[in-house]
Structure formats: C-alpha cells, structure tokens
C-alpha cells in the first residue's frame, strides 16, 4: 500500500469504533460523528469557499441523521451560499450519453453549453469525441480529451476494457486509481474516508448486498488496488452515499457523479431551502428561500418533482433512510385519504398507473420516431385521460400528482419535435398548470422550453393559424409570453443569481421581447391586469382551470 492508501484506509477504520460486522466479527461499527472532530470539520470547511466563517459543521437538527452543515449569517433568497470544486467527477457515458468527462457543459438543453445565447432553431451540437484507448469516456472536443488524460485519465484508461457503464462502479475504479497513483492528497483522502456510508444497513436491508461485495471484489482486482478488500467495499457504500448528481436542471438526467466535501455535509429534505447548480464542474449552492443564521441548510437528494410514493423508495435504497419530512407526511395522507373501504392499500393501484402512465409516453415515443407513420398526439392525449379517470385507487388521477405532468411535457416535446406547434404549447400549459411545486429547478428549467416554443409562435404574428383558428389572439399569446418571461427571469435569478449566465440569457431574450411589445411595460399595473386576463383566455383554450395557475408578477 502507498501512503495515500494507507492514509484512506487509517482513516476508515479511525473513523469507527470498530470495523464492520462483516470483517471483524463481534464488534459494532459506530461511526464516529463528523462534528465531534473539529479538525476534519475545519479541512472540510475549508474546501469550500464560503465568505469567512459563514458556515458550520454541527449535529443535524433531523434526528438520527449525523451531521450537518448549517448557515452562520443570514442568507437572503438567491444568495451564493457557497461554491467548491468536487474531489472526483465521473461522466455517464453510453450512446445517448452527451457528458464531457473533463468539463461536464450541458450539451442537453435549450441554452447553448458554452455561448451566451439560446441554440438556434435545428442547431445539433458537434459530435462528442470517444476516448480511442477505453472506448468509454466521451468529451467536448480532442483539446478536452487531452486535457482530462492529463489530469488522471491516462492511468485508468488500459483498465477499463469492457468496463460496466454503471456510474457509482466506475466512480468506484476512478478513485481507486487515483488513491493508487498518489493524485489526491492524504489529508482529501483522510476526510474521504470519513463520509457516511451505511455500510450496516446495506448489508442488513438491501437485497443486493452479494450484487454490491461482487462489484467492490471486481473493482479491487481491476484497479489492481492494495487496499483490503473490506475498505474497497466501505468506499464503494461511502459513493452510493455521498455521491452528488451532476445535474445542472435536476431533471433527472444527469451528466455525471461528484464526490463533494462540502456537499457531502448536506441532509436531505423533500422542501429544500438550498438548491445545488454545477456550472461546469463547479458547485454552486444557493438559498431558495431567506435563511437565518443558524439554520441547517438542506437538500433535496432527488426526485424533487416527484412524489413520496416514487421518490422515498429511490432515497431509501441509495441512502439508507426513510425520510420523514413534513412534504412526505402530507403527500402520504392524501393517498389514503377518501379511499373507498374496499381498496385495502390504495398504493399499490397508485404505483400501477404510474408505470401505465411512463407506458403511454414510450409508446407514443416509439410512434413519433417511426418513420413510416405521421404522429398524431390525440390518441396518447384520449389514453392518458381514459387511465387517470380511475387510476387512483379508483379515483380521479389528481392532475398535480407526477408522472402526470411529466407525460404531458414528455408528448409536448414529441409535438414539439415533429413541428406541431400548437399542440406543443396547448400541452405545455396544461402540463405547467399542473405542476405542483413551481419554486424548484426542474419547474424553471420546463419554463425555459415553455417560453422558447412560445417566443417561436410570437415571433410571427402573420402566421396563418393564428388569423383563423379558434385561438386566443395573437395579442394575447404576446402578453402571456412576455408576463412568463418576466417570471422566468425572476426564477433564474433566483437560482443562479443576477449574474449567472443562464440568468444573463433569459434577461438579454426577456429585453428582446419586451421591445417588440407596445403594450403596458411590465410590472406595472395595466401590464398585470393585461397579463391576467390573457393568461385566464389561454388556460381556457388548453382546457385548465385559471385558478391552478395563478403567476404573480413583482
Ligand atoms: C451525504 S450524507 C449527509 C451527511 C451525513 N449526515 C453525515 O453525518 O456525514 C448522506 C447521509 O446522511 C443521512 N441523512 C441525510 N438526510 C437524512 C434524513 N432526512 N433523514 C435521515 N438520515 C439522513 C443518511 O445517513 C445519508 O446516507
């Protein structure tokens, strides 16, 4: 073992009373709490940047849940909290896979990955450039590929012949290698090796326990490591723990995992007060709401749009906890609240229609990318409806429940790409009016495509449907679009502050709009009011209620 590896595997079994039940027998592994060692708190704390003392490592305020990082200033909403830049990074790759594995840009969305500015119409970004050695990693461009084989890919890359895609697993070979050619620190590893890990409870509930053994038992081999194989395994939990989706729109599709310190601090809750944004291969944590000194500032692990019923069984079996927030609680209630007495558990039912639901998506995906039939969303549109008028137990499908909303933008997008633009922004205003929690990342970033496909209709005023359907006038879609800017721009500053550059982005198509607009100026009152009574009109048309989609303009 080098010194790297011998300080990675002193501090694992430094940090616990003992080792785990599996590798000693006999003794209890207790993990020693992270607050209680104020040293490892100040290297952590000093890893990110955060104006001076502004945080603070202390014992969660949730019970049973370690440490936790808390605000020693109050924060104002939209605030940089703190930045840092992660330990490790690893892309996901595979044939629909776009990362970069040295500079994460999110080739996968409206805003273009590098330039300050929304893609064009039909603008494709060039093809991500393979790694020749492994066959695997996928970059921006060969400049990029150079630039990541320095830094760390030359050592890995002869090793990873036929290596799985899964991203913990090679999160797991990555940091292996660089613990084995001596590219982190021993104090980065000394404080690594102290994260959560869960070990115990993996071993005693997960049903995949010999799954993961067989993995960490590879991966010692592979990497050609000299670490024991029970600490290889301790780090293989420790990732599943601690490892921070690389996701710049938390819409469930990430580019890649992030070992953190500092992030690593975070606990989770349903009704986040923080919300993690990497630009590029940064972190950047904000406020979401105003926060007091001496708050613990919380994150949603994932899932953030979804409910309690889809998203605790995905916490649980990557984190080891039930979370039992108060979101959880409500959204739980409401399941079982007004069940007929014959359902005995509604949850079951629950679950089925949300698998028929994704169904109805991959089927009508499957039908807008055959070539040989033209896509007509009707049917998928009649499907979705026939399955919610019971699909809850036997009851109406509430509209705000997910995947509900998610189906409905998943057909806007089809509609979308085979050009059929109004459907595309019937459907998206249905979906958006049917999102339950409007103060998150994934709300803003389905606003981002809202606001492009309906700046694409504005744009002509001239254009035929809008003189003679049965629309809403195009008087009207312009003060709704300029109204949903302004909101957009609200939102994004809110996540990215100010300056952010998305932020930037939407100011600058904001400002555009705004000039071609000769109505009231927003915010003012005769804007508002203009505002409200175009959107009740074109809620109307996509056949929403006004009153589930009330914006407030400030
Ligand atoms: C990324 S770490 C967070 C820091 C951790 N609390 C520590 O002491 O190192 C994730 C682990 O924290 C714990 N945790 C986080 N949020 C929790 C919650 N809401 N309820 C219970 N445990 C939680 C779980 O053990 C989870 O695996």
């Known amino acids: 073992m080098n010194l790297v590896e011998q300080a990675f595997s ?13 590798t000693s027998k006999g003794q209890e592994n207790v993990r020693r709490p992270i607050h209680d060692d104020q040293e490892l708190c100040n290297y952590i704390l000093s890893t990110v940047k955060a104006p001076d003392g502004a945080l603070m490592i202390r014992e969660s305020t949730i019970p049973g849940s370690g440490s936790g990082l808390f605000t020693t200033r109050d924060v104002a909403a939209g605030e940089l909290i703190f930045t840092s830049v992660p330990l490790v990074l690893c892309s996901e790759v595979g044939e629909q896979m776009e990362a970069c594995d040295f500079c994460f840009q999110q080739r996968r969305r409206v805003i273009h990955p590098v330039e300050d500015r929304l893609l064009h119409p039909g603008e494709v970004m060039p093809d ?20 990541a084989w320095d830094t760390g890919h030359l050592y890995e890359c002869g090793l990873l012949a036929d290596a799985s895609h ?19 620190l021993p104090e980065q590893v000394r404080a690594l090796a102290r994260l959560a890990h869960e070990q115990d409870k993996y071993e005693q509930i997960s049903n995949d326990w010999q799954k993961v053994k067989d993995i960490a038992a590879e991966a010692k081999e592979r990497m050609k490591s000299e670490l024991d194989g029970a600490d290889v395994l301790r780090l293989y939990c420790l990732i599943r723990c601690n490892a921070l989706p690389v996701d710049q729109t938390s819409r469930n599709a990430p580019l890649g995992t992030a070992i953190d310190l500092g992030a690593a601090m975070l606990n989770h809750n349903c009704e986040p ?9 940064r972190v950047e944590v904000r406020a979401v709401n105003n926060l007091k000194a001496g708050k613990e500032l919380l994150h949603c692990y994932r899932d953030i749009a979804y409910d309690c019923t889809f998203r605790n069984p995905r916490i649980a ?8 927030c108060d979101r959880c ?19 079951m039912p629950i679950l089925a229609t949300q698998g028929d639901l994704f169904a109805i998506v991959e089927k009508a995906k499957l039908r807008a990318l055959s070539l040989s039939n033209p896509f007509d969303v009707t049917p998928f549109l009649a499907e979705i409806d026939e399955l919610s008028e019971e699909g809850y137990a036997g009851r109406r499908w509430p509209d705000d429940l997910e995947p509900l909303p998610t189906a409905l933008k998943s057909l ?3 509609c979308e790409r085979q050009g059929d633009i109004i459907n595309t922004i019937k459907i998206r205003v249905k979906a958006l009016a049917f999102a339950k929690c409007r103060n998150n990342l994934p709300y803003s970033e389905d606003l981002v ?14 254009r035929k449907v809008l003189l003679d359907g049965p629309l809403p006038k195009f008087k009207e879609f312009q003060d709704f679009c300029v109204g949903h800017m302004c909101a957009l721009h609200a939102l994004m500053a809110r996540f990215y502050g100010e300056q952010g550059r998305v932020t930037r982005i939407v100011r600058e198509i904001m400002h555009e709009e705004m000039d071609k607009y000769h109505g009231p100026r927003p915010p003012t009152r005769a804007f508002r009011r203009k505002f409200k009574a175009s959107h009740e009109t074109i809620l109307k048309w996509a056949g929403v209620d006004a009153k589930s989609w009330i914006v407030e303009l400030s």
């Not at 002193?10 to 599996?22: H, K």
């Not at 913990?168 to 084995?180: G, K, P, S, V």
């Not at 609680?329 to 558990?345: C, K, L, M, N």
């Open 10 to 22: 002193d501090s694992l079994n430094d940090g616990a009373s003992g080792r785990s039940s599996s």
């Open 128 to 147: 991500v450039y393979k790694c020749k050695g492994c066959n695997l990693y996928q970059y921006c461009s060969e400049s990029c590929w150079q630039r």
């Open 166 to 184: 899964d991203l913990d697993t090679r999160m797991l070979y990555r940091i292996l290698i660089l613990l084995r050619k001596k590219v982190l």
């Open 273 to 281: 007060n923080i919300v993690i944004i990497f630009n590029s291969t």
């Open 317 to 324: 079996a990557r984190y080891q906890f039930k979370c039992q």
């Open 329 to 347: 609680i409500r959204e739980s209630d409401r399941h079982y609240e007004g069940v007929s007495p014959d359902i005995e558990d509604p949850i």
């Open 412 to 414: 806007a997008a089809l």
């Open 449 to 462: 495509d809202f606001v492009v496909s309906l700046r694409s209709f504005t744009m002509y005023p001239h």
